[in-house]
């Protein structure tokens, strides 16, 4: 072990391999056997919910929910790679294995497993609140720190791991995870597809009209433009009110959300929605005939809508994450215009097969483009040229 590994202290230990491709890995062969398995003998899962502790409980539900969860995971070690880069780039190597003597609270400090300054130090510099002290022992600890030579100022009033506590992930995620979910909605709201017109809505105002199905999700759902641009709103507001990089966040928020679609998008296989045109190619999936749509009841064979897209995003995950081990080469924010580039992509080739998409109508007129192909196209396009722009300005001499 090299002398610098030798320093390190044990919160930054990085681990051989990250936990969470093992999980990754299990989780894809699961829904691959699962998927084998209704191609062999056509079994479907059942939409219908099952209970737990009396409330009822939908596997889509799970799916997603699981995928979110996941992407959020991902996130924290991506920031957390940060955090410990940061940390051991300011911090000397000397400093970190001192051991805590005389320090205020030393004893609260212990029990907690904080031995020496360099763990003190990284906590305090990502949250004196994680140290479990009362306002007083934090006073009168931060006076002490203050106090000592080895001590850096900046440490103590803006510490430059700060901005990438990992921590920050599961704070932020709540309000991303609302606000996603009203644009989500909104999304739909303003571009119901046409199948529900069984429900009475043919256009939004229809909606509005009848607000209580406004909040019935499981009529319509969710549009995931409306849910990017409300998480994106979500991350502009938290990290304007922690002080943190947007666009450095941005880039590390896309990788879990390309996971997240990956896993998440078998929920729509759980529901038996959101398939493709009839087909008879061999991986075609079996629908239901109660979840058909009408002009389409007579065929009982579809594309997997669904799975196109899974498979894309993982594309785009392993994509991302091969940007991310090179980002010292990107600029800030490149990694968010490519995640969006690449959904765009793919929404765009799979609308050529998708049903029930809602089409641009001007002036009374349908046109033969889905509004999601508009919106991939326009922001493809949008993205492509802030790349570019961006370049040319970065090396303009």
Same mark, same amino acid.
């Given at each position: 072990m090299s002398e610098s590994s030798a320093n390190e202290i044990k919160l930054l230990r990085r681990p051989s391999v990250e936990l969470y491709w093992i999980l990754i890995g299990v989780w894809a062969i699961a829904l691959a056997v699962l998927?084998?398995?209704?191609?062999?003998? $056509?079994?479907?899962?059942?939409?219908?919910?099952?209970?737990?502790?009396?409330?009822?409980?939908?596997?889509?539900?799970?799916?997603? =929910?699981?995928g979110m969860a996941l992407g959020a995971w991902i996130v924290s070690r991506l920031?957390?790679?940060?955090?410990? =880069?940061?940390?051991?780039?300011?911090?000397?190597?000397?400093?970190?294995?001192?051991? *805590?003597?005389n320090f205020p609270g030393q004893t609260k400090l212990a029990?907690?497993?904080?031995?020496? *300054?360099?763990?003190?130090?990284?906590?305090? $510099?990502?949250?004196?609140?994680?140290?479990?002290?009362?306002?007083?022992?934090?006073?009168?600890?931060?006076?002490?720190?203050?106090?000592q030579p080895e001590i850096d100022p900046t440490w103590l009033a803006d510490a430059p791991w700060r901005k990438w506590n990992p921590?920050?992930?599961?704070?932020?995620?709540?309000?991303?995870?609302?606000?996603?979910?009203?644009?989500?909605?909104?999304?739909? =709201?303003?571009?119901?597809?046409?199948?529900?017109?069984?429900? $009475?809505?043919?256009?939004p105002s229809d909606y509005f009209r009848n607000p209580q199905l406004l909040f019935n999700l499981r009529n319509g759902g969710l549009g995931i433009y409306g849910g990017l641009a409300g998480g994106a709103l979500g991350?502009?507001?938290?990290?304007?009110?922690?002080?943190?990089?947007?666009?450095?966040?941005?880039?590390m928020a896309v990788v879990g959300v390309a996971?997240?679609?990956?896993?998440?998008?078998?929920?729509?296989?759980?529901?038996?929605?959101?398939?493709?045109?009839?087909?008879?190619?061999p991986w075609a999936i079996t629908i239901d005939p109660v979840h058909r749509l009408p002009a389409f009841a007579d065929f009982g064979y579809f594309h997997p809508a669904f799975l196109y897209e899974s498979l894309w995003n993982f594309f785009t995950f392993g994509l991302l994450m091969w940007l991310w081990r090179r980002r010292e080469k990107l600029l800030m924010g490149e990694m968010t215009a490519v995640y969006l580039i690449m959904y765009a992509i793919g929404r765009t080739l799979l609308e050529t097969?998708?049903?029930?998409?809602? =089409?641009?109508?001007?002036?009374?007129?349908?046109?033969?483009?889905?509004?999601?192909?508009?919106?991939s196209l326009l922001l493809a396009l949008t993205m492509v040229v802030a790349i570019v722009v961006r370049r040319w300005r970065y090396t303009e001499p």
């Open positions: 998927f084998i398995a209704h191609l062999w003998v $056509g079994y479907m899962p059942k939409p219908s919910p099952f209970s737990i502790l009396g409330l009822p409980v939908y596997w889509y539900g799970i799916i997603i =929910v699981s920031a957390w790679q940060r955090w410990r =880069v940061a940390f051991l780039t300011a911090v000397p190597p000397h400093i970190h294995t001192l051991p *805590l003597t029990r907690q497993n904080i031995h020496t *300054l360099g763990e003190l130090l990284l906590l305090w $510099g990502s949250d004196p609140r994680s140290l479990g002290l009362i306002d007083a022992e934090r006073r009168e600890l931060q006076t002490f720190l203050a106090e921590d920050l992930v599961w704070n932020g995620i709540i309000i991303c995870l609302i606000l996603g979910l009203i644009g989500a909605r909104l999304y739909h =709201v303003m571009t119901p597809s046409p199948s529900m017109a069984a429900l $009475g809505i043919e256009s991350l502009l507001y938290f990290t304007w009110r922690k002080r943190l990089p947007l666009l450095p966040w941005a880039d996971i997240g679609q990956a896993f998440g998008r078998w929920g729509n296989f759980m529901n038996q929605e959101l398939y493709g045109r009839p087909t008879s190619l097969v998708r049903l029930d998409s809602r =089409v641009v109508t001007l002036g009374g007129v349908d046109l033969p483009v889905a509004w999601a192909t508009l919106v």
